[in-house]
């Protein structure tokens, strides 16, 4: 087949694949698409058995740690862990609703970290609202602490590798270990917190109540814990498995090794528990990004087999002799606004290929590889297609009568992003040229 023609023919394949993905048409679940996207360009000849296996190869770590985190999010949530939070969360505000507006930040930052920005952003928003709303707010002057909750899921999805199924892939890609990662990405994970704090507080600045809330009108939090068992187990699991995450890099294991075990445990636990039903769990667990992940992989390495991805790693070599902020800056937009068209996940792996084609190393290659995870993580915040998550977040919101357009999130996605990332990506900059 003519050069030309199959590259035409990738792009249609990703193109209509991604389509589908983002659109889910008479709610097909996204596995389906990214399983046919993969089999017509395999059977186009785009891709062949071995890209199958380069492609499991990248990603089965990433996908298995996510499922395991969701699970163990899951069982959490049920045995009332993330309620428990946020009741502490809002009555240590002691009556202040700026106050409670930042507590709830911080503790989505928190979870984000742990649970990645999925368990903050769909498990702790719900939560978060039904609290305000039991505090008195209307809906308009909820709409600000949910609006944070989404938003500072993902811009604080950075520290560790886990936080994020973008820093699970980039990290497995180019075999950066636990610890190094988060001597890395902590202190920008803190930088990226600051700017969006202040971004946020001064955007809702007008919305945010400014009367004395009645915290005592909330339940006690040790009300909100449905079996007290489980509940104790799971500190005793995720301090263990934080110990683990970190010693995987000196013991060279992957990090979803711990992930699995950490979940099967607290699995076994709950299901003897009358409080958790274990079988609805497994079944709610995300099997489908494992399917969505191979297939859609396949289709982008379908890109890089005809040659686009590699004009990409040109373009990055191209910026190799620049600073390292304008290396940051140019790198991270770029990924950024790849993700708010195209989603975050496919542009994740084409940020890498294109990294690793660009022939760049040491300081440099370190710098793009971590600013093109900055622009993964908060570039979906621009548009609502710019990750699966936000398309589901946005779902359990209506189903609590909470209506927000794409108008009205691209609008306010654009005001809050782009600050926030310029000054994230300067912080990276920063950062990495005084550490290396």
């Known amino acids: 087949m003519h050069h030309l023609t199959t590259t035409y023919i990738a792009i249609a394949i990703f193109i209509i ?89 911080i503790l989505g930052a928190a979870v984000a970290a742990v649970f990645a920005n999925d368990g903050a952003a769909l498990i702790l928003t719900p939560i978060v609202y039904e609290q305000v709303r039991t505090l008195g707010f209307n809906k308009k002057e909820a709409l600000p602490v949910i609006i944070a909750a989404g938003f500072i899921a993902d811009t604080t999805s950075l520290p560790f590798i886990i936080s994020n199924l973008v820093n699970i892939v980039s990290a497995g890609y180019f075999h950066i270990g636990f610890l190094s990662y988060a001597k890395t990405m902590l202190p920008v994970d803190i930088i990226s917190f600051l700017a969006s704090l202040g971004m946020l507080l001064i955007f809702f600045r007008k919305t945010i109540p400014s009367r004395t809330i009645h915290p005592e009108q909330l339940p006690l939090p040790k009300t909100a814990i449905k079996d007290l068992k489980v509940f104790k187990a799971g500190w005793i699991v995720l301090f263990v498995l934080l110990l683990a995450y970190f010693s995987s890099s000196k013991f060279n294991f992957p990090v979803s090794v711990p992930a699995v075990i950490a979940a099967l445990i607290l699995v076994i636990l709950a299901s003897k528990s009358p409080s958790v039903n274990v079988g609805k769990i497994i079944k709610e667990a995300p099997w489908k990004i494992v399917i969505f992940s191979l297939g859609m992989y396949i289709v982008v390495f379908g890109l890089k087999n005809v040659g686009l991805v590699g004009y990409l790693g040109h373009g990055l070599g191209m910026i190799k002799g620049q600073n390292l902020f304008s290396m940051s800056l140019i790198s991270g937009f770029g990924a950024a606004i790849l993700s708010a068209i195209m989603n975050n996940m496919p542009t994740v792996l084409i940020g890498s290929l294109a990294i690793a084609s660009a022939g760049s190393h040491g300081l440099v290659q370190t710098t793009l590889v971590y600013a093109n995870i900055v622009g993964c993580d908060l570039g979906p915040k621009f548009t609502p297609i710019g990750s699966l998550a936000t398309l589901l977040w946005l779902h359990v919101l209506e189903t609590k009568g909470i209506k927000i357009t794409w108008k009205s999130y691209f609008k306010t996605g654009i005001i809050l992003t782009v600050p926030v990332l310029g000054i994230t990506l300067l912080g990276l900059a920063a950062w990495t040229s005084i550490i290396n």
């Open 17 to 105: 694949t991604l389509a589908l993905v983002i659109i889910q048409p008479k709610g097909l679940s996204i596995g389906w698409p990214a399983t046919i996207g993969a089999l017509v360009a395999f059977g186009f000849g785009i891709v062949d058995i071995q890209n199958v296996i380069t492609v499991w190869g990248i990603i089965w770590n990433a996908t298995f740690t996510f499922v395991a985190i969701i699970i163990i999010s899951l069982v959490l949530d049920k045995i009332g862990f993330f309620e428990w939070s946020a009741l502490h969360m809002l009555k240590a505000a002691g009556g202040s609703a700026k106050k409670a507006f930042v507590y709830v930040l």
